[in-house]
């Protein structure tokens, strides 16, 4: 089965300055990663996901991941955030098998607190 | 996009009672959702997947019988929690998909429940 560590439980950053979150997960064949965040109070939404192509992923509001699969990591970054970002942004891996498979595994999630 | 509600938003309700929640899928058909608990600064855990029209699929110890799931329609799937006992307090989350391939799942707003 696979799994999903996010190595950093909360970040705290001012405005203005680059995020790295990290994403590491376990499994031997091919996944389907995603990002995710979720505002206070409000619902998980989409921020990014990869299925094949170029590793380096753009999604909304200026946040990109790159996956790397040699060190089966998808870090989410981004060059410079805002008061808005703060939010807990959760990482999300599941196996690729056609497309039919659309079960999700999540990380434990990184809170990201931005000080204006 | 494509919007999933949940009702209620919160329910407190006394330990033994069984409480229903309900998570629909507004404005796309859902061949399939998907129910989650949350508990405090935790991930999210895949409780069951469920089919328009079939049996649910619970995941590795979870209750079926304590979580009774049904997928009677193509827009609705609820999930009602049987003799509720306080360790089922949690955050209960769905999200559904319409099933096209390489989807992502779209999240529902959550439920909090309280046992007493």
């Known amino acids: ?116 | 996009g494509a919007v999933v509600s949940q009702h209620p938003s919160r329910v407190i309700c006394k330990s033994g009672t069984s409480v229903k929640i309900e998570c629909r899928s507004l404005d796309f058909q859902a061949t399939t959702m998907f129910w989650y608990r949350q508990f405090p600064k935790q991930s999210l855990m895949l409780m069951a997947t469920s089919n328009e029209g079939s049996k649910a699929t619970y995941e590795q110890g979870v209750e079926k019988d304590k979580f009774l799931i049904n997928h009677a329609s193509l827009t609705l799937s609820t999930l009602t929690v049987t003799s509720a006992h306080p360790e089922d307090s949690s955050f209960y989350i769905c999200s559904a998909i319409r099933g096209l391939y390489q989807e992502t799942q779209y999240f529902g707003p959550g439920t909090r429940l309280l046992v007493l």
């Open chain 1, 1 to 116: 089965a696979q799994s999903v560590s996010q190595h950093n439980h909360h970040v705290i950053l001012s405005e203005a300055a680059s995020l790295e979150l990290g994403c590491n997960y376990s499994y031997g064949g091919t996944v389907n990663l995603f990002w995710y965040v979720q505002y206070p109070g409000q619902h998980l939404q989409l921020l990014l996901k990869y299925f094949s192509g170029d590793p380096l992923v753009k999604g909304i509001k200026g946040f990109e991941a790159e996956f790397i699969k040699s060190k089966f990591s998808f870090n989410l970054r981004k060059p410079s955030v805002q008061w808005s970002d703060t939010a807990e942004y959760f990482c999300a891996v599941n196996a690729d098998s056609g497309g039919s498979n659309y079960k999700l595994t999540f990380g434990k999630g990184t809170l990201l607190t931005v000080n204006p």
